[in-house]
């Protein structure tokens, strides 16, 4: 059971880049590769507490489905995402944010279980791992380029 801890250093206000990572058209725009389109639930906006969104996305040239809802907000420092359906066996994804003198640390915590028990975990250990830290990477970088933006 991987857990992906990634920490993003962003110049702006915390209130723009707490809505910039609940974003469904941002995440979409940053999605681009997987051609993820949220096709359930909330469609478009800012995913609010106890909302859920249905993501299709192309990962490793199979089409899947992934329900999210948020299971737990505190206004511009915490979000949380778990996977409601999906191939996961679990998915919790924690938004933490802080403002220290100006910048914001933007830190992603995603604790995922893989499918087929020995095979998943081999597949953890093989490649997936490295591609949800990309995937939560390129994610940031644009939340960080937007933000950044409107400074």
């Not at 723009?16 to 999605?31: K, Y």
């Not at 919790?92 to 003198?101: A, M, P, Q, S």
């Amino acid at each position: 059971m991987p857990i992906i801890k990634l920490e993003t250093r962003i110049k702006g206000e915390i209130e723009v880049v707490f809505d910039l990572a609940r974003s469904i058209d941002l995440h979409q725009l940053s999605a681009v590769k997987t051609n993820e389109e949220a096709i359930g639930g909330r469609k478009t906006g800012l995913m609010e507490l106890g909302e859920e969104v249905t993501w299709r996305a192309k990962h490793f040239g199979i089409y899947q489905r992934l329900t999210s809802k948020m299971t737990e907000m505190e206004k511009h420092s915490l979000f949380v995402d778990e996977m409601t359906k999906g191939i996961f066996k679990g998915f919790r994804h924690e938004h933490h944010f802080k403002d220290v003198d100006g910048e914001i640390i933007m830190t992603d915590i995603l604790n995922y279980t893989s499918p087929l028990g020995v095979l998943g975990n081999m597949a953890d250990k093989l490649f997936l791992e490295k591609y949800m830290t990309d995937f939560l990477t390129k994610r940031n970088e644009v939340i960080k380029a937007y933000a950044e933006e409107k400074e």
